[in-house]
């Protein structure tokens, strides 16, 4: 799957839908696919609210599947962002005494296997890896 369009969150509802059809059609669980967009959905909405503000931009997303393993990429021409270089947010500290930003960032590592930064030819791309369980298929293969 390759997308390419505005970076604005009217957007995001028309790159869900692709995105849960897809991985749907490869038999995975819903459960998993909905942690899986959600952690996207953190990425998608950061490129939206800071990489090109106050202006609006364009992201490209790629999604490739293989066996169990998913890979969503996200290349912008926005300010340079290297996301892994976000310390985690406190998240015990009492939210009054917390600093703001990082929780998106938190969500989506929390939610995916791996994530790869690297920023090349003015561009921030990022990939976010989720395996996804075989519970489903294997499930199947019982009843074959």
Do not use: C, Q
Not at 74 to 83: I, L, V, W
Not at 93 to 111: D, H, M, T, V
């Amino acid at each position: 799957m390759h997308w390419t369009g505005r970076a604005t969150l009217d957007e995001w509802d028309k790159i869900y839908d692709i995105i849960f059809n897809e991985l749907t059609d490869h038999g995975f669980e819903h459960s998993e696919i909905i942690s899986f967009l959600v952690a996207l959905e953190e990425i998608f909405i950061n490129i939206s609210n800071y990489a090109y503000a106050p202006d609006i931009g364009n992201v490209k997303i790629e999604m490739n599947v293989e066996d169990n393993m998913v890979t969503v990429g996200f290349t912008d021409k926005g300010k340079k962002f290297n996301p892994l270089e976000i310390d985690p947010p406190d998240i015990r500290a009492p939210r009054s005494k917390r600093k703001p930003g990082g929780l998106g960032i938190f969500i989506s590592r929390s939610k995916t296997d791996e994530m790869l930064y690297e920023y090349k030819n003015n561009s921030n791309k990022l990939k976010l890896i989720k395996n996804f369980s075989d519970t489903k298929r294997k499930g199947l293969e019982i009843y074959d």
